[in-house]
Structure formats: structure tokens, C-alpha cells
């Protein structure tokens, strides 16, 4: 049975999710919607979808899944979703699922939960539970879910393969791979504990704005930045800055950006490579005082992170002008003669050269 007021707006959203659930119930909220779930949709029916002004979702009876996908949903009264009569539901997010209650909680199960999905679910249940289930709550499959309420998450807890915040407090569960972007926001905390492990795949990010303790593993093959707290062993290999004591570094510093070049005059016989690690991570390569032919001058700066599992390269190449008082064009700390001066020539213009320095 599908019941909704008569107010206009509200008859035209729940008309845009009719089909979602055939013979289940839609009840409407006071802001948008409530999803109901029950039992009375007879086996077999095909999976039903449809698109709603907060996103997409696709109830498929035979599997009891529900797909929401980069789905929207704030109510004031009731719950946003509620599961009744079912003994085991799966929730399955795409991209990012809100599902937001002022009233109750924002999803309801009498029976069991299993929440999986390549994105994030927010749910939050402001006078009661984000999660509310009378039975399991298993979050699993990468999953990252951010649940909050007066109590985050009420059930028997199965956490495996996934980050779950509750209030703000996150924890990785098993092995995690990010299958989406994550923000660890300025008010959050999460923890890789001992023996769980998070891994950024290259083309993800992770953002520590909050406090990231790290006792687990944690391995950057994407980009991992870091703006607040992080403690443990250090996965970030870059440069907190670098600078140069003579000439203009091009392009302005900046932590992901690799390479820089510079020029200086031919007067420049010498250059100092200041290059400042981050997160206790270490230097090898060319910093510090490094001599200048007259030319191109290639440096470069190898950063390994603390744990010692990631490197990244920092290059500067210094162009020294040459010295154009000479009538050849030999480059005085052993670049050469450029000028075409065959084996006899060189003596002589190395000889030049001395006595010029003698002036």
C-alpha cells in the first residue's frame, strides 16, 4: 500500500518514487520522505528503481537489497528508513548517501543489517539513533559509514573491512582500501589499530584534517595530505619546503609539485639547497652546498617517508650563465669547450683561464 497526503509538493515526490517499492509502503515526512520496507511484496517480483530529487534507489526483492545511489534524504518526524519484518536487509551505497531524521532514527531495522558499498553513508538520527537495528549490524566491503545520534549505532556490532565514525570517532575495521576519497573532518578522530591496515590506492586521497593515529599499516600509493594531527609511523614522503640561496625557484614551492628550475648569474659559482622534510621523514641526494658549471645544473632530492615504504624525488635545475668576456665558450669548472677547440686548444684555454683568475 503506498499512502501520501495531499499536499501537491509532497504528492509529487512521493509519485517520483512510486515504483520503488510496488507493494511496499512510502509514507511521507514533513520536509521529504520516509521509506518503508515490508514484508508483503510477494517473492519474485523484479527489482523496481527509481530516481528521486535526493538520488537513486533500487529495492531488489529477491536479494532484499537496497541500492541508494548518491542519495539524499532528511525527514523531521519518523524514521528516514525504516526495515520492518525482515529478518536480514543489505544496504548497498554508491557515491555519497545522506539519510538524515529529526524526528527518530535515521535507519531502522527490526531485523539484521548488512551495509556494504564502493562509497560513504551519513546518517544521522538527531533526537535518537543514526543506525538503529534489532538485530546485527554488519558494516563490511569498504565501506565507510559515519553514523550520529544520541547513540551512534544500537545493535550487536559485526565491523569488518571498512571505517566507521560513531560521534566523530572513526576506526578501520580489517583491511581497508579506499574505494572513494575520505576527509577525516577537523572535529574527528580515526585510528588504525594494531593489526588493521588502510591502503590509498593511487587516483584516491585521504585528508587528515582531525587526528589520524596510526598503530595499524598504512600505505600511500595515491596521495595521502595531512594539515593536523598524525601519529605513528609516517607513510608521507615530501618536503614541508625548499629554497635556494641565490635566484628564484619556478614554479613557488609547493609540496606536490616535483620539479623547479632556476637561473643565476655566471658570477654564481655556487649554489646552498635548503630542502626541509615533513613528518619526520628523511633526505638523501643533492642539498646542501652544490658547485655550478656554467650550464644546466641538475639537482635532485630524494625524500623517504618514516616507515621507510615511500619515495618521492624533488628536482631543481640551475641554469649558471655562461661568461661571455671570453672569446670562446669554455665552461670553467669542467663543462668543456663548446666552442669547437680541439685537444691543443683546450691546454691553451685552460691556461687562459688561469690567468685570468689571477687578475
Partial sequence: MNRYNDTPLRTFLLALVLAIFAEGTLAAGEHNITITINDSTPSGTLATSSTIPGGTAVWDQASKTLTLMNFALDTSTGNGIEIIGLSSVRIVCVGTVTVKSGGVDAIYSDGSLIISGHGSLNATGYNSHGINSNGVVTITGNAIVRASGVTAIRGTSDFRQSIV????????YGG?????????DYVETLTIPTGASLT???????????TLTNDGTLTDNGT????????????????????????????AFAPYMWHYTASVTYATSYIIITAIPDNDATLTGDYGLQYLYAGSNPFRVTVTSKD???TEDYTVTITRERDYDYDYDYDDYGGGCNGGF??????????????????
Fill in 224 to 251: 595521502f595530505i595531512n594539515t593536523n594531527t598524525y601519529n605513528g609511523a609516517s607513510t608521507v614522503a615530501e618536503l614541508y619546503d625548499l629554497y635556494i640561496d641565490a635566484g628564484t625557484l619556478y614554479p
Fill in 176 to 184: 581497508v582500501t579506499l574505494l572513494a576519497d575520505l576527509t577525516v
Fill in 165 to 172: 565514525f560513531e560521534n566523530y570517532t572513526g576506526t578501520v
Fill in 342 to 359: 680541439g685537444a691543443a686548444s683546450l691546454v691553451l684555454a685552460l691556461a687562459l683561464a688561469a690567468l685570468r683568475r689571477r687578475k
Fill in 200 to 210: 590509498i590506492p593511487s587516483g584516491k586521497t585521504l585528508w587528515n584534517k582531525g
Fill in 308 to 310: 621507510g615504504k615511500k
